[in-house]
């Protein structure tokens, strides 16, 4: 997915600069932004934020203190690029949790190397999830307002594990932690194999997943995900239960229960155009259809089409 980094300035003179330093590293998209449409630009949710002082014509401080505010952008670094070299200034500014203040005249390669590390690590940092490295809550939510504030149809897809408690019961949660892994790696390849662009995997915590794509048709997506995952997670039961096809586990009262083999279930919302104002809608939608899906034995899936 295409990194935004939106520049600050109201004569549209940084824009250029920024576009020819980074020409050849296509990942990047660099869009001028006017300082009275920062409002409008933060609902978006950049990956990256340059302000150039010299070129806008409002207190730099006040529009850093704006940024902050918002809570879709809290982590979002910002860049403030000036002229000004009052060490007073610049303090005021790095107070803001401003990243960097970059002082003019501005060597391209500095600033070019600082743009491009300063994303990598953002990249790393956004993988929340310390046992998948998948994209946590904080991101799945921006991720899903952004979808909504450019009012274009996509698709969430829920992910969950049927029966994982009785399987961490009987085998351990270092084993449990291993097929949240596979998990992940089988939704992650299954989405970026069939998904050419604009698609994104979150992981909600514990069992649960989510994706999010463009395309409103994900049946065939969902079908290469449950038959990957179906015959992966067998390396995960011994034989014996292979062969019973469920497991043993004793309840509290001493009642020894079956239990099918772990499963898949996912819940499909179709967000069309103008379906949905705010990710609350999608999370009730999004749960009755798992539900739905969960609702049939082994791996399935189910899609949520009303309009």
């Known amino acids: 997915m295409a990194q935004e980094i939106y520049i600050i300035d109201d004569d549209d003179s940084s824009i250029v600069i920024f576009r020819e330093l980074f020409?050849?590293?296509?990942?990047?998209?660099?869009?001028?932004?006017?300082?009275?449409q920062i409002d409008i630009a933060l609902k978006n949710i950049p990956s990256l934020i340059i302000i150039n002082e010299d070129a806008i014509d409002r207190d730099v401080v006040g529009l850093c203190k704006q940024i902050r505010r918002d809570e879709d952008n809290t982590i979002t670094p910002v860049i403030v690029v000036s002229s000004n070299s009052d060490k007073e200034h610049r303090m005021k500014i790095l107070k803001e949790s401003i990243e960097y203040y970059i002082k003019k005249p501005v060597d391209e390669k500095y600033l070019y190397y600082t743009v491009k590390n300063l994303n990598r690590l953002l990249v790393n940092n956004r993988r929340v999830s310390p046992l998948t490295g998948l994209p946590g809550n904080v991101q799945i939510h921006a991720e899903l307002k952004k979808r909504i504030a450019k009012n274009e149809?996509?698709?969430?897809l829920y992910f969950d594990l049927d029966n994982f408690k009785a399987y961490n019961d009987v085998y351990g949660f270092v084993k449990g932690?291993?097929?949240?892994?596979?998990?992940?790696?089988?939704?992650?390849?299954g989405v970026h194999s069939n998904v050419i662009e604009e698609a994104f995997v979150g992981h909600i915590g514990g069992d649960d997943f989510v994706a999010i794509v463009p395309s409103a048709n994900c049946e065939k997506l969902c079908q290469t995900i449950l038959a990957i995952f179906d015959n992966s997670v067998k390396r995960f039961f011994t034989e014996k239960d292979l062969e019973n096809g469920y497991i043993e586990v004793e309840n509290r009262k001493g009642i020894v229960e079956q239990f099918p083999l772990t499963s898949l279930s996912i819940g499909v919302v179709?967000?069309?155009k103008g379906r949905f104002h705010n990710i609350l809608e999608i999370g009730e939608v999004g749960a009755q259809v798992k539900h739905a899906a969960k609702s049939v034995m082994g791996s399935s899936y189910a899609v949520d089409r009303r309009k």
């Open 270 to 272: 179709v967000a069309d």
């Open 23 to 36: 020409k050849e590293d296509n990942e990047y998209t660099f869009i001028s932004v006017k300082s009275e």
């Open 177 to 189: 932690d291993q097929i949240i892994e596979c998990t992940a790696e089988i939704i992650l390849k």
């Open 153 to 156: 149809p996509f698709s969430v």
